[in-house]
């Protein structure tokens, strides 16, 4: 399930902090490295990308300027009743 910024206020979002690997400062092209804090796949983001609309993750999260990531919490299905 896709995360927006709109669903940061809602009950069921958890927030975590990511933590920077790298960073690449190239003119026009300057991105950071960080691995998800939920699902740990690596990122590799622009930062004009994480200034403006965010930077989303394959599993859903997304990531603003603030060093933060956002993502609905999981919700387990029931298992169908066999009849």
């Known amino acids: ?7 940061m206020s809602r009950d069921d979002c958890e927030s ?9 400062s190239d003119y026009g092209r300057s991105r950071v490295i960080f691995n998800c804090p939920f699902c740990t796949n690596k990122v590799t983001a622009y930062m004009w990308s994480l200034c ?11 990531f603003g300027s603030g060093g933060t990531g956002y993502r609905l919490k999981e ?3 029931a298992p169908k009743e066999q009849s």
Not at 1 to 7: E, Q, R
């Open 52 to 62: 403006g609309g965010g930077k989303r993750c394959d599993c859903g999260a997304i």
């Open 75 to 77: 919700k387990l299905k």
């Open 16 to 24: 975590r902090d990511i933590t920077v690997l790298a960073k690449i």
């Open 1 to 7: 399930m896709k995360t927006s910024f709109k669903d």
